[in-house]
C-alpha cells in the first residue's frame, strides 16, 4: 500500500509541476484554447485567459513542489519509523496535493470575478 501511495504521490506532483509550468509560461495562444483553465469566465477574452492560466499555473507549481517535499518526507518516514505511519503520511500528501490542485481552480474563479467585469474587460481599481 505504501509504494501504491509514494507512486501516486510522485504522478500527481510531477502533473502540477509540469501542468503548472504549462499553464504560467506556455499557455496556448490559437483562438480554439483547448488546454488549460477551460472556463466560461476564463475564456471571455485573452486577457482573462492569460489571468486564469497564469495564477493558476502558479498555484499548480506550488501544489507540486508541496507534493514533492510531503513525498519525500513519507519516504524519509520508512526508513526510520514503520511502514504504516510512512503510509499515513504519504495518503496525507496525496490528499493534500488533490485538494490544492481543486481548490486553486475556485481561487482563480473568485480572482476572475475581482479583476474582470462580465465581459472580460479589467476593473479598474478605485484608490482609497
Known sequence: MLW??????VILSAAALLGGYYMKFHAPKDSE???GVLTESAKKSRDTWEFANKTCGKYWI???IAGIVLTT???NTAFLASEKTAAIVSLAATVII???MSCSMT???MKLRANFDENGKPVEKEEQ
Open 4 to 9: 501504491f501511495f509514494l507512486i501516486l504521490d
Open 98 to 100: 488533490v485538494l490544492a
Open 33 to 35: 484554447m483547448k488546454m
Open 107 to 109: 481561487t482563480v474563479m
Open 73 to 75: 518526507a513519507a519516504v
Open 62 to 64: 506550488r501544489a507540486g
